[in-house]
């Protein structure tokens, strides 16, 4: 059965330094989305990808974000200059249109 | 935006007790899903129920879109019940309720 999958499953960086979490999302899915979990609270909603753009953000989703699919699989989510507060798990998730989302194991990034 | 209010909060089962966790959203929507949080953090899908009832096992849901509610049933808990159960609905974007903390005890 075909899955999203995330890498690095966790990631530990200095502050100020710059992060990438990877996502290959389900190959036939057209819409693509991150999701950031802070340890105890609920999932929240960060950015929305489809057509090699983005379709919708939240708040969360500052100038220190970006995302971007540099090819036919791979679905990225890069963070600048990383602060103490994007401590979180942020997980990646697919889907093929108003229909269940496909969620990825996640990557917990730790911010020291 | 959308509202997603889970109750209760927190729940303490004996193993093979009944449980109805609840799930209740704040204006129409055409997505809502099921999730069990596992204690390394993963996601795992349990029902895709924008409407009617579906069962798996010993999970059963319940949507009543109309209601704006969704009722999530565990029978006979197990110990590796145990966990976060979240409730996500869609309007636009999936939006999460705060979860139902589920501890299964033997």
């Known amino acids: 059965e075909p899955e999203v999958t995330q890498t690095p499953s966790h990631q530990v960086t200095q502050m100020g330094q710059e992060v990438i979490l990877r996502c290959v999302p389900i190959s036939n899915h057209l819409y693509f989305y991150w999701y950031r979990q802070i340890l105890g609270q609920k999932v929240e909603f960060l950015v929305s990808?489809?057509?090699?753009?983005?379709?919708?953000k939240s708040e969360i989703f500052d100038d220190q974000f970006s995302v971007e699919r540099p090819d036919g699989s791979n679905f990225t989510l890069k963070i600048r200059s990383t602060k103490l507060e994007d401590s979180a798990m942020y997980f990646c998730?697919?889907?093929?249109?108003?229909?269940?989302?496909?969620f990825g194991p996640g990557t917990r990034l730790t911010v020291l | 935006g959308i509202q997603v209010e889970q109750s209760p909060p927190d729940l303490i089962l004996q193993e093979g007790a009944n449980s109805t966790l609840r799930c209740n959203f704040s204006?129409?929507?055409?997505?809502l899903q099921w999730f069990h949080q596992n204690p390394w953090g993963q996601l795992i899908n349990l029902f895709y129920i924008p409407s009617g009832t579906k069962q798996n096992g010993r999970l059963s849901a319940t949507t009543v879109a109309t209601e704006r509610y969704s009722l999530l049933y565990i029978s006979s808990s197990q110990t590796t019940d145990s966990g976060v159960y979240f409730c996500?609905?869609?309007?636009?974007?999936?939006?999460f309720g705060k979860g139902t903390k589920l501890s299964v005890i033997p």
């Open positions: 990808f489809y057509n090699n753009e983005i379709s919708e």
């Open positions: 998730a697919s889907v093929t249109g108003y229909n269940e989302q496909f």
């Open positions: 996500a609905v869609r309007s636009y974007q999936l939006t």
């Open positions: 204006d129409s929507v055409n997505n």
